[in-house]
């Protein structure tokens, strides 16, 4: 009992701590300098250098989806729906989970790594004993970076996974390429690409926000550094689904 | 002038300072020696407002380290760090204007890298490294380079942080004789914090020994040289018997 208190409490402290940082993060948008520089920095690392992850991982699952529905379908004689499904699921579902995920594997890890890095090396009080503080110069530039960034990536995401269930449909199911565009097309809804983007930019801004998060408060050392990372990770892949779920549920429960 | 009264630190059960009391007058070159973990980063970092002491009260020129505008309080310090905590992602003329890229003290791109490159030269390196990166520079130029960024807004305290740690023995003269140089020649106010008696030797004008996270025995060099103190010569001597407990 007296453990599960502990827990509870250490818990809670955590997210107060969390709270405080995020606070402190969005309080820097509105007082100046911003750093031009470092968010452009930001952006080329997050959005662009991330291109080719995100494409790949987007194309392989659009077409796993269409053989999937494909197969599914066939025991009910619904194999017809594959392009409609593939875009719902790609669009409302798998593109913003998956592109979320890769990013905290690969954004959130080298933020993280890299400011317990700069904390172990003195970096971050370099930083302030040269009059600049830390979380304007690290933390506001990254995490606005990657709110901004993500919605961009989901969106890349979303047509490249369409069109690897296009490939896989009309290459291997037999679709015809206009009927498959044109299903696509008319069953995709503005509150769905709406709802995708939004999932982007709310998984954009906690991957960024956990990664400055661990790396801020990390402890000594080599092994500072991994734990930061490894948790890091976690942290954020864990709080991107659970922030999937309760986004799903603003937009489309009934 | 560098006023600290009744300063105590600690992390947990550890008491890393126990009520110091020190002065370090405008101009002075203060080394302060002691063991490993005796506090002395501690102390520098108190001193920056880096980490905030549990009581007593630092004054920097009469004023308040953790009250009034701490922009224009930093703007007063240039710092060299231990590891040189040089910028990865930055030119090495970056990391030495950085302070002048930005906040109160900016200049223009052109006139700052000018600045930077003088500095560079002021610590004996080419402007063929202002656009290198730190990772592409040896320990000893990097710690050049901290040196330059140290002393780039022309500071009138600046603060050594173990500034020979990781150098071989002729090149660690070097920096000493560089600081020593420097320091005079900014007519800076500075504290260097040091195991290598070399540094004590070549840049002190007075010497502060910590032992126990209190300020065992103050003194100039010529004093340090003739005390009596039992600590103060076990350290400078690098014996291992005598009453500064070691691991064995």
């Not at chain 2, 009469?62 to 905590?85: C, E, I, K, N, P």
Request: hydrophobic fraction near 50%.
């Amino acid at each position: 009992m007296r453990a599960i208190g502990r827990a509870t409490l250490a818990l809670l402290a955590v997210i107060g701590q969390l709270a405080i940082f995020t606070g402190q993060t969005l309080s820097h948008l509105v007082r100046p300098p911003l750093y031009p520089r470092e968010i452009g920095a930001a952006l080329f690392q997050i959005g662009w250098s991330s291109l080719p992850v995100v494409g790949l991982t987007a194309l392989f699952t659009g077409g796993a989806l269409a053989l999937q529905i494909y197969a599914g379908g066939a025991r009910f004689s619904a194999e017809a729906v594959v392009p409609q499904i593939v875009a719902i699921g790609m669009v409302r579902e798998l593109g913003p989970v998956l592109v979320g995920l890769m990013i905290a594997a690969r954004v959130t890890s080298s933020i993280a790594a890299e400011i317990a890095t700069m904390k172990v090396t003195e970096q971050i009080d370099a930083l302030v004993t040269l009059s600049t503080d830390p979380m304007k110069y690290l933390t506001l530039p990254r995490v606005l970076a990657a709110t901004l960034a993500m919605p961009v990536l989901v969106g890349v995401g979303d047509l490249i996974g369409i069109l690897g269930g296009y490939l896989v449909g009309t290459g291997r199911l037999g679709f015809n390429p206009t009927t498959y565009i044109r299903n696509t097309m008319d069953f995709l809804e503005f509150h769905d690409v709406l709802s995708s983007l939004v999932k982007g930019a709310v998984f954009g801004f906690i991957a960024a926000l956990i990664g400055c998060w661990y790396g801020m408060t990390s402890g000594r050392g080599a092994m500072g550094v991994g734990r930061a990372t490894k948790g890091a990770v976690v942290a954020a892949a864990v709080l991107i689904l659970a922030a999937n779920f309760l986004l799903t549920e603003a937009f489309f429960s009934t | 002038m560098i006023e600290l009264t009744g300063v105590e630190k600690s992390f947990g059960d550890n008491h890393v300072l126990r009520g110091i009391d020190l002065t370090v007058e405008r101009g002075t070159s203060l080394v302060v020696i002691g063991g490993s973990g005796t506090g002395k980063s501690v102390l520098l970092k108190c001193i920056l407002g880096l980490i905030p002491p549990d009581r007593g009260v630092i004054t920097v020129d009469g004023q308040d380290v953790a009250t009034g505008d701490r922009d224009a309080f930093l703007a007063r310090f240039g710092m060299l760090f231990q590891g040189s905590a040089l910028f990865d992602s930055l030119p090495v003329w970056q990391n030495v204007a950085f302070r002048l890229l930005r906040g109160a003290l900016r200049r223009p791109r052109g006139e700052a890298r000018e600045i930077a490159i003088e500095k560079l030269r002021r610590v004996g390196l080419g402007a063929e490294v202002a656009d290198r990166l730190p990772g592409e520079l040896s320990g000893g130029m990097q710690k050049r380079v901290g040196l330059a960024r140290a002393i780039a807004a022309d500071p009138p305290i600046i603060f050594f942080d173990e500034p020979t740690a990781g150098l071989d023995p002729i090149l660690a003269r070097v920096i000493n004789d560089l600081i020593r140089e420097i320091v005079v020649d900014m007519k800076a106010t500075a504290i260097t914090i040091t195991h290598d008696m070399g540094s004590v030797r070549a840049i002190a004008d007075r010497v502060a020994m910590l032992h126990g996270g209190r300020l065992r025995w103050t003194g100039t060099r010529a004093e340090m040289d003739d005390t009596a103190d039992p600590y103060v010569t076990q350290f400078i001597h690098g014996s291992a018997t005598g009453p500064i407990e070691t691991l064995r």
